[in-house]
């Protein structure tokens, strides 16, 4: 995922100044479409939801500790960053959450579940990410993928189908 | 600080300095460095009194209830969303600015989202979930921390009560089961 881009190391160095936008934006814009593609790319050959759920959290848990200069800039930095970070970072969730909103289309009764369902799984795995980053020690994040598939299950399909996937990814 | 969280809500942390703060609140330059020695202090002091503020106010709401865990969940979070009302300002500038701080906010940050898992812990006995991964309250909270700061940063703090039925039922969901989540979030 790494974009290549000096000003994602730049970043790290010395944060955020007045007149970066142009350059945030663009590293930016590079990195999610990296990110993004991989996600597909992990998710693609799996027909079911929750399936395709786990494969793209492990994706997404991978490219964390592959690049974490890359993941702090995207899921830590921007923040730091102010209103462009934080308009950035809503964008990229909007899109998050439309691809976990694709399980509806599996639900028999899809409107009984909350529309916000998606918005908060992402929010929960977000928070796991950014808490990742921040961090300089404590649980690494790749133990605590079945507890974010558990708790994704549950949200769409009731505790007892999440238990069972908890069992099943550990 | 009043004037100082108003501020940097309004305008975001970034883009406010120690001149707007002083300006804001009508007190002398010298009277700021009196009390702080940085913007940075000037906000922590916010945050801190802030999110002891709310944490204080969702604490009692839990304990003062004596019903069954779902009811006491559903009483905190209405607490919660009640304090962001109250006083929409200080929660924007401590949810939706705090991480625009950088690094120096980490510590604090991990210690609010330690603070309300601890309160949500406090029922695990009661739902009976003792297969439940030990993390779970902290991912909980999280979750629950990042649609605040959303629907913070979409200007909405006067609507976030219309939150609460939801928070309620994701909340309880992997300790109660749907139905019973369901339950107390319609209640």
Redo the contacts between chains.
């Keep these: 995922m790494s974009c290549g881009d000096p000003y994602v190391r730049e970043f790290q160095e010395r ?2 100044r007045p007149g970066d936008e142009a350059r945030f934006r663009a590293a930016w814009t590079k990195l999610e479409a990296a990110y993004l593609a991989r996600l597909l790319q992990a998710t693609e050959p799996f027909s079911e939801w929750r399936d395709r759920f786990h494969a793209g959290a492990a994706e997404t848990v991978r490219l964390v500790e592959a690049f974490p200069g890359e993941a702090r800039f995207l899921a ?1 930095g921007a ?5 462009v ?2 308009e950035h970072r ?1 964008a990229l ?1 909007d899109r998050l959450v439309e691809l976990v909103e694709t399980v509806r289309e599996e639900l028999p009764d899809p409107d009984a579940v ?1 529309a ?2 998606g ?3 992402v ?2 795995f ?3 990410v ?2 990742a980053c ?2 300089s020690e404590g ?1 690494a994040l790749r133990v ?1 993928l ?3 598939t ?2 994704a299950v ?2 769409y399909f ?3 189908a ?2 069972e996937e ?1 069992l099943r990814r550990r | 600080m009043t004037a100082a969280a108003r501020i940097i809500a309004e305008r975001g942390y970034r883009q406010v300095s120690v001149t707007d703060i002083v300006r804001e609140s009508r007190i002398a330059r010298t009277r700021f460095y009196e009390n702080f020695g940085s913007k940075e202090d000037c906000f922590f002091a916010v945050y801190d009194a802030t999110t002891a503020a709310i944490l204080e106010r969702v604490s009692e709401a839990c304990a003062e209830s004596s019903e069954p865990f779902p009811k006491r969940v559903s009483a905190g979070i209405a607490a919660l969303l009640g304090a962001i009302e109250a006083d929409p300002d200080a929660a924007r500038a401590c949810l939706v600015e705090g991480p625009a701080v950088g690094p120096a906010i980490n510590e604090r940050f991990e210690k609010l989202i330690g603070d309300f898992a601890a309160l949500l812990r406090s029922g695990r006995e009661d739902g009976g979930s003792s297969e439940l991964p030990e993390t779970v309250e902290e991912t909980v909270v999280g979750g629950l921390y990042w649609l605040l700061y959303y629907a913070l940063l979409e200007g909405r703090p006067k609507k976030m009560s219309r939150l609460r039925p939801q928070l309620v039922e994701f909340s309880l969901i992997p300790f109660v089961g749907a139905e019973a989540a369901g339950t107390a979030a319609a209640g």
Excluded at chain 1, 79 to 83: K, Q, T, V
């Design positions: 944060g955020y830590f923040l730091a960053a102010g209103e970070g934080q809503r969730a909350p916000i369902t918005a908060w799984i929010a929960m977000f928070d796991r950014y808490r921040i961090r649980p605590e079945p507890e974010l558990f708790l549950s949200a009731g505790t007892e999440g238990l908890l």
